[in-house]
């Protein structure tokens, strides 16, 4: 299985208010300053169940997202990576994703600081027709993730579980058993 169109949410802490405009502002400090090419920021703040905040960029996106009721950064890789293995993929995205959400978590802009849970995260595939949602796609990427993730939290230190709805794309969510920081876990990737 090729990977492609990964995606990473990573859950900002339980009770966090986020303010819209505050991270319009800081999305749109990313467009001239990324070596990213980045198009537009948009306000999404209406739909519910969705992005809040839509980053757009030709090869990755960010959003502030509140799909399932929960906010978080999101990473959605959109076009497709020609080079690199599976594990390679895995680990530049995720390694991107608490770039971007330590970034976040230091820039002055906010006077609400966003506090991510390093440890709760979840693995979207977001292409049905690469990895449909079932038990023999978890089968075929769990060993490349366990390696990905073991680094991160220590081999046994977390727990997947794969979206039971058939319906949804593949998703799997990770919880670490132990509280870990964006910084730690960035660290702990290399």
């Known amino acids: 299985m090729d990977l ?65 009721k929960r906010l978080g950064l999101l990473y959605e890789r959109r076009q497709p990576a020609a080079e690199g293995s599976n594990p390679e993929k895995l680990n530049e995205s995720l390694s991107s994703l608490l770039k971007h ?31 449909p949602n079932n038990d ?6 769990k060993p490349e993730l366990e390696a990905l993730l073991n680094k991160v939290y220590g081999t046994g230190g977390y727990t997947l579980t794969r979206e039971p709805d058939v319906k949804q794309r593949f998703i799997v969510h990770v919880k670490a058993k132990a509280p870990v920081t964006v910084t730690e876990a960035l660290k702990k990737l290399g």
């Open 4 to 68: 492609q169109n990964i995606q990473w949410k990573i859950h900002l802490a339980d009770g966090y208010s986020a303010d819209a405009h505050e991270w319009f502002k800081v999305f749109g400090t990313w467009i001239p300053d990324s070596p990213e090419v980045f198009v537009d920021v948009a306000d999404y703040s209406h739909v519910q169940d969705g992005p809040v905040i839509f980053l757009s960029g030709h090869a990755v996106c960010y959003s502030l997202d509140a799909v399932g």
């Open 101 to 131: 959400a330590a970034m976040l978590e230091s820039d002055a802009t906010f006077k609400n600081k966003p506090k991510f849970v390093a440890g709760d995260l979840k693995f979207i595939v977001n292409n049905r027709a690469i990895a």
């Open 136 to 141: 023999a796609t978890l089968a075929a990427l």
